[in-house]
């Protein structure tokens, strides 16, 4: 089966791996599936608390702008890909667990990373087939069929072996066999870039809610993710690595804590643990965002984002400087109206301003510089291009990142 061939592969290329000079950066991302931040607050779970003695751990949200144009439902695969690729629905345009027609015009973490460190390894441990395939997209012709380098997945598909039950055991035992495996890949073969997706505690949630057996998913989880870190420690122990891991949930639930979807606050309230040192504003006083945990990775990997996609992502780092968070703009007295919270006072924010969304199918936006201010203002007015336009993309460029708005007008 596949999830076989890949490990086999790659423990083939035990023998011929080795450290560059220097510490070896490297990264693994986890998504516990749908554990609201009041849950993980109120349950003791030494795993994360190890990890986050280390670094943090902060509230974060999905569900982008409420009510906005990057409104994005509280939906597993819809979060996912916002992690994956740093935007919000409106781009990445997963709106559900279908998965119908992703745009792969918003590179994913692995594409960007593969692209800049072709030589470099990747890896994927899930508990759904869906993760690897369509959205890193291993089997979308668009996404340029990235196959991870390892791989281990679709044992939900082994009926056989898992045989399914109404009680989600067979999840669990898949899990189990998740972490496991991604636990010896990364004490063997130390894979640069990895995800893992562990799935039983969002079944637990959807078959009792609020209950003992939600919390008891939660307890096993956090086993699972100590074993997990106990490989980290030991590459970082016994090789010239450095890790960093970041572990977050896809969404939060509803109020009885059955199901999820929907723009409450506890739907759209989730968490970030993570051993990153240096966090910065965003993640220690700000509410960070799931779209915040890719340009983090890319700042920790050294992965340098080409311009015209950078100004498409909707995260920024939550290590390091920034220079503002939170731009919004809008029409006002025939002009354009844009502000942001300024974090760093250092230097100046170009506006540029786009009056079509070409990068949506591939063309490049026709960006103009509409103006130049102190990024220390934290507001700014432009002209409105004579000619008209349905949407405005309005993108500033800081010192220390981007931020983008769109402005869609109504007709």
């Known amino acids: 089966m596949k999830y076989i061939f890949g490990v086999v592969c790659l423990l083939l290329l035990a023998g011929s791996c080795h450290n560059p000079p220097g510490k070896t950066r490297k990264v693994v991302f986890v ?14 779970t030494p795993g994360l608390d190890a990890i986050t003695k280390q670094g943090g751990y902060a509230r974060a949200y999905v569900g982008g702008e409420k009510d906005g144009y990057s409104q994005t439902p509280t939906i597993s695969a819809v979060g996912y890909n916002s992690l994956l690729t740093g935007t919000w629905v ?3 345009n997963v709106w559900d667990n279908d998965i119908k027609e992703p745009n792969y015009h918003y590179p994913s973490i692995f594409r960007l990373f593969k692209t800049q460190y072709p030589e470099k390894k990747t890896a994927v441990f899930s508990t759904w087939l869906d993760n690897r395939t369509k959205l890193i997209g291993s089997e979308a012709k668009d996404a340029g069929n990235l196959q991870p380098d390892f791989y281990f997945d679709g044992l939900e598909k082994d009926t056989v072996k898992y045989p399914h039950d109404t009680l989600a055991k067979y999840i669990h035992r898949i899990d189990e066999a998740v972490t496991d495996t991604a636990a010896a890949v990364i004490s063997r073969m130390a894979p640069d870039l990895s995800w893992v997706y562990l799935e039983y505690t969002d079944d637990m949630g ?6 003992k057996h939600m919390d008891d998913a939660v307890f096993i989880m956090d086993k699972q993710l100590q074993r997990i870190w106990e490989a980290i420690q030991y590459r970082e122990q016994n090789f010239n690595e450095e890790w960093q891991i970041w572990i977050t949930t896809d969404h939060g639930r509803e109020e009885n804590g059955y199901h999820h979807g929907g723009q409450s606050e506890r739907e759209r309230t989730t968490w970030i643990v993570t051993n990153a040192k240096d966090l910065n504003e965003r993640f220690l006083q700000q509410q960070a965002a799931i779209v915040d945990i890719m340009p983090s990775i890319a700042s920790y990997l050294h992965i340098s984002i080409p311009k015209d996609k950078q100004m498409e992502i909707d995260g920024v780092p939550l290590t390091g400087k920034i220079s503002a968070t939170d731009a919004k703009a809008a029409i006002v007295s025939n002009k354009i109206s844009i502000s942001w919270k300024v974090v760093n006072k250092d ?18 936006d026709e960006y103009k510089l509409a103006g130049e201010v102190p990024v220390a203002e934290g507001e700014a007015r432009i002209d409105i291009p004579q000619s008209s336009s349905d949407m405005y993309k309005i993108v500033l460029e800081m010192p220390y990142n ?3 708005r769109w402005i869609i007008v109504k007709k």
């Open 90 to 92: 409106n781009k990445h």
């Open 347 to 364: 230097g100046k924010a170009k506006i540029w301003l786009a009056t079509a969304n070409s990068f949506k199918t591939g063309g490049s």
């Open 206 to 211: 959807h078959r009792y809610g609020n209950s």
């Open 31 to 44: 998504i516990v599936d749908g554990i609201p931040a009041d849950v993980i607050e109120r349950l003791e």
């Open 402 to 404: 981007f931020l983008n």
